[in-house]
């Protein structure tokens, strides 16, 4: 369980780190992979992981700032509802700035993730940021 645990709390280090990069490999290969992955953000849904990233990381996120930080308020919740699939919910805030005119901004609340173990592998398959 120890274990399982660690590797879940990786996945959601290593997507926070992603978030700052928008780096597409280390981003796409944090999911599932399926046409069923699905982002919603505070204001879309996403589908499938090609969508997820063209249009929320690089035609929302990138062409709005030039820098965003995303930052887990506190240690996630892990919920593990058997062998291989997990709930996680924590509190977020972001630091970013804008790429219009270089100021501060920032939101705050709660985003739930669901993994999958795939080949033994912790995988993101769903993505919802509430605010």
């Not at 369980?1 to 978030?19: D, F, K, L, P, W």
């Not at 887990?72 to 709930?87: F, G, K, S, V």
């Not at 501060?104 to 795939?118: A, L, N, R």
Request: glycine share 6%; with cysteine.
């Amino acid at each position: 369980m120890g274990t399982t645990i660690q590797e879940i709390n990786s996945v959601v280090n290593r997507y926070i780190h992603a978030i700052h990069t928008q780096n597409e490999a280390e981003f796409k290969s944090l999911w599932c992979g399926a046409d069923t992955d699905t982002m919603i953000s505070v204001t879309n849904v996403y589908q499938g992981i090609e969508k997820i990233y063209t249009d929320f990381v690089i035609d929302a996120i990138q062409k709005a700032y030039t820098d965003i930080k995303l930052i887990a308020d506190e240690p996630p919740e892990i919920h593990l509802l058997d062998n291989q699939t997990a709930i996680v919910i924590f509190k977020y805030h972001t630091e970013c700035i804008k790429r219009e005119d270089g100021s501060t901004f920032g939101i705050s609340g709660m985003e739930t993730q669901v993994m999958k173990c795939i080949d033994g592998q912790w995988k993101l398959c769903h993505i919802h940021y509430s605010m």
